[in-house]
């Protein structure tokens, strides 16, 4: 397999938001990230962007059609199709507890308190919590807690 282009992950994704320019705002305040990357049209709206937490990247985006791209079918996001999930990210964090409340404390909803997801002594264990962004995106942030004993 051939390696990626430096500093690009081999998986990234776009999340779609009504606001996608506010939306930039509010996962860099609410959940960390941090911009390394935004292209605004003329009428403000993003036509690109790029959010790093560590060695992670999202795109956010706007919703609804592609201006640029016609043929496209429309973005949506969950709040814009009655709360309905396509998709869940998973981002892991040093500290789940201190992410958690950081998160909360800048509008996340928690869906899921912080608590220990343990697989046995085989397999790993995770402590996690769950959240709805803005615009109702399920996150999942994680802090590994046990490695598989190998």
């Known amino acids: 397999m051939k390696p990626t282009p430096k500093d690009w992950p081999r998986l990234s994704s776009a999340v779609y938001y009504e606001d996608a320019a506010k939306a930039i705002d509010w996962l860099c305040k609410a959940f960390g990230f941090q911009v390394r990357l935004k292209v605004e049209g003329e009428d403000g709206r993003i036509m690109h962007s790029e959010l790093t937490y560590g060695e992670a990247l999202i795109m956010p985006a706007q919703s609804g059609p592609n201006p640029n791209h016609p043929g496209f079918p429309p973005a949506a996001h969950p709040r814009g199709i009655q709360g309905a999930n396509t998709q869940s990210l998973m981002l ?59």
């Open 92 to 150: 892991f964090v040093d500290d789940v507890n201190a992410h958690c409340e950081h998160a909360r404390s800048n509008g996340a909803t928690i869906i899921d308190e912080p608590k220990l997801h343990d697989y046995g002594p085989d397999y790993w264990a995770d402590r996690s919590y769950g959240a709805l962004d803005l615009d109702g995106h399920l996150w999942w942030f994680t802090e590994r807690v046990r490695d598989p004993q190998k």
